[in-house]
C-alpha cells in the first residue's frame, strides 16, 4: 500500500520561506509523476507544481513561479517544495499527490487534478503577519 506524508508546514510571515516535504512508501517512487496541490478555506483546489520521474520537468502554477521550487529525491522516496517570498494568498492545506500511472508530467500546462492518484493528508500552511 503506497503512502503519502507531508511535512513542514506551519506558521510563516510574508516574505518568509517553508520547505514542505512529502515521503512516499510502500511504492516505487521514481515511476511516478508528483505534484503539489493547495486548497484555501472557499477555493477549489489547484495545482501548484508538478515534476517528471526525473525532475527533468517541472510546471507551476503563474502565482508561484520565481517563488517556489519543486524538486524530488528518488534514493529517499521524497518530494519537496521550497517556498521563498510567502504571501498571504499562498495561506492554504498543501497536498502532495502521486501519477501512479505515468511518469512524465504534460509540459505545455497543468496536468489534470484527475491523473493523480494516491494523496497525502495534507499540511496547514498559514501566513499572515
Known amino acids: 500500500q503506497v503512502q503519502l506524508l507531508e511535512t513542514g508546514g506551519g506558521l510563516a510571515q510574508p516574505g518568509d520561506s517553508l520547505r514542505l516535504s512529502c515521503a512516499v512508501s510502500?511504492?516505487?517512487?521514481?515511476?511516478?509523476?508528483m505534484g503539489w496541490f493547495r486548497q484555501a478555506p472557499g477555493r477549489e483546489r489547484e495545482l501548484v507544481a508538478d515534476i517528471s520521474w526525473s525532475g527533468t520537468h517541472t510546471y507551476y502554477r503563474d502565482s508561484v513561479k520565481g517563488r517556489f521550487i519543486v524538486s524530488r529525491d528518488n534514493a529517499l522516496n521524497t518530494l519537496y517544495l521550497q517556498m521563498n517570498a510567502l504571501e498571504p494568498d499562498d495561506t492554504a492545506v498543501y497536498y502532495c499527490?502521486?501519477?501512479?500511472?505515468?511518469?512524465?508530467?504534460?509540459?505545455?500546462?497543468?496536468?489534470?487534478?484527475?491523473?493523480?492518484?494516491?494523496w497525502g493528508r495534507g499540511t496547514q500552511v498559514t501566513v499572515s503577519a
Open positions: 499527490a502521486a501519477d501512479t500511472e505515468n511518469s512524465e508530467i504534460l509540459l505545455f500546462g497543468p496536468t489534470p487534478e484527475g491523473e493523480f492518484d494516491l
Open positions: 510502500g511504492g516505487t517512487f521514481s515511476d511516478y509523476a
